[in-house]
């Protein structure tokens, strides 16, 4: 029997190229057909390589699911951007590369990023989805989110609602 390693640990400037490839394929899975294509293509070829390294040093947190060898998702968190919610942190982003779907790193990764808010302080989580996004808002929904706030985001072409979901 063959024993594979997973770890969700912080991603590091060298390994920018393969966190930038899963944004690549993970987004333009997940919004295709709901974001207009000329503007998910521009937000996805903004955050190319050197955006990538740069965000490895940034004052956001960025965690890695590492899975013998492969990047197969990331998470982004800090502190909550929304001021009128209660909750502190926020995870602004957990995204998998399409292959590493529904096989429980996503769980995985949401709890240690979760679990890292905690440790930092913060009292409360906020996650934003686009409503539009099902598979998201019913991961959220799953993992004990609760739906409270909602807003729109403008994609240039088209404002599409987002809703806010939080855990105490």
């Known amino acids: 029997m063959k024993t594979v390693s997973i770890e969700v640990r912080p991603g ?19 919004y295709g057909g709901i974001i207009p294509h000329r503007p998910l293509v521009r937000m996805v070829n903004r955050r190319d390589e050197t955006w990538w390294r740069k965000a490895t040093r940034g ?24 001021r009128a919610l209660p909750q502190e942190g926020e995870i602004y982003e957990i995204y998998l590369r399409p292959e ?3 096989l429980g790193l996503g769980r995985i990764l949401f709890g240690e990023a979760k679990s890292l808010l905690k440790s930092l302080g913060c009292e409360g989580l906020v996650v934003w989805c686009l409503e539009d ?12 989110g609760r739906d409270i706030a909602e807003g729109m985001e ?3 072409e088209k404002y599409l609602k987002k809703v806010g979901l939080v855990w105490k």
């Open 12 to 30: 590091e400037p060298h390994e920018a190229a393969a966190i930038a490839d899963v944004h690549r394929v993970s987004w333009l899975q997940a």
């Open 100 to 102: 590493y779907q529904g």
């Open 133 to 144: 996004s099902e598979l998201a808002y019913n991961f959220f929904l799953s993992a004990g």
């Open 59 to 82: 004052p956001a947190t960025l965690l890695v699911v590492d899975v013998a060898g492969t990047i197969a998702g990331y998470a982004t968190l800090g502190l909550s951007r929304a």
């Open 154 to 156: 403008d994609f240039g």
